[in-house]
């Protein structure tokens, strides 16, 4: 048997497993935050939560091909989730805290709503950091986009360390008032 042809037979499951989990993550990644704060919404501890959380992820991938493309992957995952949750539940039994099914009905319907204003209060904070200074943006960027320590910034622009934390205060405090000024408003482009 040629073994360039063996070669390119073997490789090609590789390719379509990569590509398919490649799928996988650009599904994933703009619903990480969203199937967190579901899990976080429905089990009391922040430990038991990222166990949960990780475990669910794990069965997604393992379990992709299960998933319809073209359906809601959000859906798909937080059903998922919800599974992990239940089977969760079942192993605390002997905890204090139990919820009745209505409980857990009415947590959904508000983390849904949450995770709603949540969309809604990115992108209204994506337009108003466009009307912040570029140095204050600059700002933002090394703090939160490159993880910089405050004191690395503060070296970095020249002022110390009690200013560069009174000036990341201002500009949170001017994307909070323009976030509440613009969801009061409900002038939301």
């Not at 969309?119 to 209204?124: A, M």
Request: charged share 30%; proline share 2%; hydrophobic share 40%.
């Amino acid at each position: 048997m040629d073994w360039d042809k063996q070669r390119d037979m073997n490789a090609q499951p590789k390719m379509k497993e990569k590509s398919r989990n490649s799928e996988f993550v650009e599904l994933l990644t703009p619903n990480y935050y969203k199937i967190h704060s579901y899990i976080q919404s429905m089990v009391p501890n922040k430990t038991d939560a990222e166990d949960i959380l990780q475990t669910s992820i794990t069965y997604m991938l393992e379990h992709f091909e299960d998933y319809k493309p073209g359906t809601q992957f959000l859906a798909w995952a937080i059903t998922i989730s919800k599974y992990h949750i239940f089977t969760y539940r079942k192993k605390q039994k002997r905890s204090i805290v139990h919820f009745s099914e209505e409980a857990i009905r009415l947590l959904e319907v508000e983390q849904q709503r949450l995770s709603d204003e949540m969309d809604v209060r990115l992108d209204i904070l994506a337009q108003c950091m466009k009307k912040l200074h570029r140095v204050d943006l600059a700002f933002l960027n090394k703090r939160f986009t490159r993880r910089m320590s405050v004191v690395d910034m503060a070296s970095d622009f020249g002022m110390s360390v009690h200013m560069a934390y009174k000036r990341l205060a201002r500009i949170k405090t001017l994307l909070l008032r323009c976030i509440d000024k613009t969801m009061d408003t409900g002038d939301v482009s």
